[in-house]
C-alpha cells in the first residue's frame, strides 16, 4: 500500500475515534454534574464520576487536535499547529488537578484527613485548583476556536461553527476567576464541545479536512 494512502487510511479511523472518544467523556461528565446540582449524587461519588472522565477527557481532545493537524490541508497546517499547541497546555493543566483530586484529595477526605487535602481540593471559589482548572479549560476553548480554521470548505461550515462556539466560552470561562457567576455561561460547553468534536470526528471520517 502507498504510504499516502496508509497515512490517509490510518487518520480515517484514529482521528475519529479519538474525537468520538473525547465527545463521550464530555458527557460522561456532563451527567454526573448535572446530577450533582440536582441533589442527586453525592460525596464522594459526585467528584469521582466527574473527575474519572474529565481526566480521561484531557488525552482524547489532545490526541484529536493531533490528528486534525495531520489531515489538515498544508495552507491550513498553521491553524490546526496552533490548535494542538494549546490543546497540550489544556491537558498539562488539568490532567495534574483531576490526578490529584483522585489519588490524593478524596482518598484524604474519606480518611479524615481534611487538613492535608484542602489547600489542593477542587473546585471551590478561589481555590487554586480551581483558578488552573479554569486557565486550563480556557485554552481549550482557545484550541478549539483555532481548529476552526483547519477545517475547509462548506463540508465544514458545520464543524467551524460548533468549533467556534465553543471557543467563544474562553472570556466566559477565565471571566469566572472574578465574577463566579459566569459560571451559567460557561455551561453551555457541556452542549458546544462534544457537539464540536462529534462533528470534527465525521469529518476527519469523510477525509475532508485535506480538501
Aim: proline content about 6%; overall charge neutral.
Amino acid at each position: 500500500m502507498d504510504r499516502h494512502v496508509r497515512d490517509i487510511t490510518v487518520n480515517r479511523w484514529f482521528g475519529p475515534v479519538a474525537a468520538f472518544a473525547a465527545a463521550a467523556f464530555a458527557v460522561a461528565y456532563d451527567i454526573p454534574q448535572v446530577l450533582q446540582v440536582l441533589g442527586v449524587l453525592h460525596d464522594p461519588w459526585d467528584r469521582i464520576l466527574i473527575f474519572a472522565p474529565s481526566l480521561a477527557l484531557a488525552p482524547a481532545y489532545v490526541l484529536t487536535a493531533a490528528a486534525v493537524h495531520a489531515a489538515a490541508a498544508p495552507a491550513l497546517k498553521v491553524w490546526s499547529l496552533a490548535a494542538l499547541a494549546l490543546a497540550i497546555l489544556y491537558a498539562a493543566d488539568v490532567s495534574q488537578i483531576y490526578v490529584v483530586q483522585l489519588g490524593a484529595v478524596i482518598p484524604s477526605d474519606l480518611a479524615g484527613q481534611h487538613a492535608i487535602s484542602a489547600f489542593a481540593a477542587c473546585c471551590g471559589w478561589h481555590a487554586p485548583a480551581t483558578a488552573v482548572d479554569l486557565l486550563g479549560y480556557t485554552y481549550m476553548s482557545g484550541s478549539t476556536a483555532l481548529m476552526a480554521g483547519a477545517c475547509p470548505g462548506a463540508g465544514g461550515r458545520g464543524t467551524r461553527l460548533a468549533l467556534l462556539a465553543n471557543g467563544a466560552l474562553a472570556p466566559v470561562l477565565i471571566g469566572q476567576l472574578a465574577w463566579p457567576w459566569l459560571i451559567y455561561g460557561g455551561a453551555i460547553w457541556m452542549a458546544t464541545f462534544p457537539a464540536a468534536m462529534i462533528l470534527v470526528g465525521l469529518q476527519l471520517k469523510r477525509g475532508s479536512l485535506a480538501a
